[in-house]
Each structure stands twice: as structure tokens, then as C-alpha cells.
């Protein structure tokens, strides 16, 4: 592909995403189809699909349709259709970094050390510093999706730690969509059930907030030893040359 139908093509994706942004009700949109889907049977799952994959290559929030998986499937078939679909959109986008936006994606992640510090540390050992970056990001999701696509890291690789490393963020906001009732209360935080239902499901949530926060903090800290360890390994060879 030439250099300038790449440019076109990303300057189309970034017309879509602004006049979405600025003209049209995005999240109320994404409430109405979360609303439909409910009953849609196989052909609500597929939309829902399509519009995950759509949201994450255009850079839109996907966390309400995560949220609205929960609503509409419950906690088991929600998580058993976002972990997939999830998947399949980081790497949809990861290979759109990796291609067509290369140029767009490099320029907006240029002179960031953290990238600096991520691209050397895949370098040794992409599926951990993956799977560490999907559990405790250090860049917003969706951008790091197309950041790593200017990595060393392995289609593989990037596929099977994303995956694991997304599952307990997923089970989170896909349990949290399960507690409410209405489309609406996404939005708005409400839920309504009865006493014990309602007891039951905060004693699940806070065992889910409680693994996550524990993952989170594990990962990052594994992270930051990683990263640092890449840091200084080219100063401890400048000292020794």
C-alpha cells in the first residue's frame, strides 16, 4: 500500500471518529443497542460483536458495551461473549497500527518514555510485558492496542496475553453490567433487586473488585521492574564500553 492511500486512510478513520464524537449521541446509541440486543437472539450477539470491534479500530470507549454485556447476557455469557470479541478487536487494531496507521500511530506515541521503556522491554520478553500491560496499563487501552502494533511482539504472543491478561478487567465490568436492570442504569449507576439478591451480588463484586486490585498491584509492580531493568541495561553498557 503507498504511502499516500495510507494517509487517506487514516485521515478517513479520524473523519469517522470526529463527526461521531461531535454529531452524534454515541452513548445513548450504544444504550439503544445495548437495550436491543437483549432479546435479538444470535443476531443481537453478532451486532454486538461488530459494534466492539467498530468502537475499540475507531477509538471510542468500549466499557458501557462491556457493561451492557453484563446487562444483557448476565455475568457467564456476557463474559463468554466480550473475552472473545475483546480480543478480537485489540487485534483488529493492533494490526491496523501495525499497517496502515503505522505513521499516525508512531507520531502520537513519539517522544513518550513510556513507550521507549515498552518497546525495549517486548523486545526481550513480549508476552509477559503484554500480559503485564493488559492487566495494569500504562497507556490508555485502546491506544496501547495500536502502540504495541509498532513492537517486536508476535501476533501469537500479543493474541493469548491480551487475552489472559484482559479476563479479570472483562469480569469485572461484565458483573458489574449484570447488577442492573434497565439499559438505562448503565448510565445512571442503579440497580434493583431484592435483599438477598442484593447482598449476594455486592459479596461477588467485592471479591471480584478485590482480586482485580490485588492482580493490579502485583502486575504493576512487576511491570515497573521489568521497565526499569530495560532502562538501565544500556547505561550499565555505556559504563563498561
Known amino acids: 500500500?503507498?504511502?499516500?492511500?495510507?494517509?487517506?486512510v487514516v485521515a478517513a478513520l479520524e473523519g469517522v471518529v470526529l463527526a461521531g464524537v461531535l454529531l452524534f449521541p454515541v452513548?445513548?446509541?450504544?444504550?439503544?443497542?445495548?437495550?436491543w440486543i437483549r432479546s435479538a437472539g444470535p443476531a443481537g450477539a453478532a451486532l454486538f460483536a461488530v459494534a466492539y470491534i467498530a468502537a475499540t479500530v475507531l477509538l471510542l470507549p468500549g466499557s458501557v458495551l462491556t457493561l451492557g454485556a453484563?446487562?444483557?447476557?448476565?455475568?457467564?455469557?456476557?463474559?463468554?461473549l466480550v473475552s472473545p470479541v475483546s480480543v478480537l478487536a485489540a487485534t483488529?487494531?493492533?494490526s491496523v497500527g501495525r499497517s496502515i496507521a503505522r505513521g499516525w500511530v508512531s507520531r502520537k506515541?513519539?517522544?513518550?518514555?513510556?513507550?521507549a521503556a515498552i518497546d525495549e522491554a517486548v523486545g526481550e520478553s513480549g508476552f509477559k510485558i503484554v500480559f503485564l500491560l493488559r492487566l495494569?496499563?500504562?497507556?490508555?487501552?485502546?491506544?496501547l492496542n495500536f502502540a504495541l502494533g509498532l513492537t517486536r511482539v508476535s501476533l501469537r504472543d500479543y493474541v493469548l496475553a491480551s487475552f489472559l491478561g484482559m479476563l479479570p478487567g472483562t469480569l469485572l465490568y461484565v458483573y458489574l453490567g449484570s447488577l442492573v436492570t434497565s439499559a438505562s442504569e448503565i448510565a445512571a449507576g442503579?440497580?434493583?433487586?431484592?435483599?438477598?439478591?442484593?447482598?449476594?451480588?455486592?459479596?461477588?463484586?467485592v471479591a471480584t473488585i478485590a482480586a482485580t486490585v490485588v492482580i493490579t498491584r502485583i502486575s504493576r509492580?512487576?511491570?515497573?521492574?521489568?521497565?526499569?531493568?530495560?532502562?538501565a541495561a544500556p547505561a550499565a553498557g555505556e559504563l563498561h564500553s
Open 221 to 231: 509492580r512487576a511491570l515497573t521492574r521489568v521497565l526499569d531493568r530495560n532502562r
Open 70 to 80: 453484563g446487562f444483557a447476557y448476565g455475568p457467564a455469557l456476557g463474559l463468554l
Open 109 to 115: 506515541v513519539s517522544g513518550d518514555p513510556r513507550f
Open 1 to 8: 500500500m503507498s504511502k499516500w492511500v495510507r494517509i487517506a
Open 92 to 94: 483488529a487494531a493492533f
Open 27 to 35: 452513548d445513548r446509541w450504544t444504550l439503544a443497542l445495548v437495550d
Open 136 to 143: 495494569s496499563p500504562v497507556l490508555p487501552f485502546n491506544l
Open 190 to 205: 442503579r440497580g434493583s433487586a431484592g435483599v438477598w439478591q442484593r447482598a449476594l451480588y455486592v459479596v461477588g463484586l
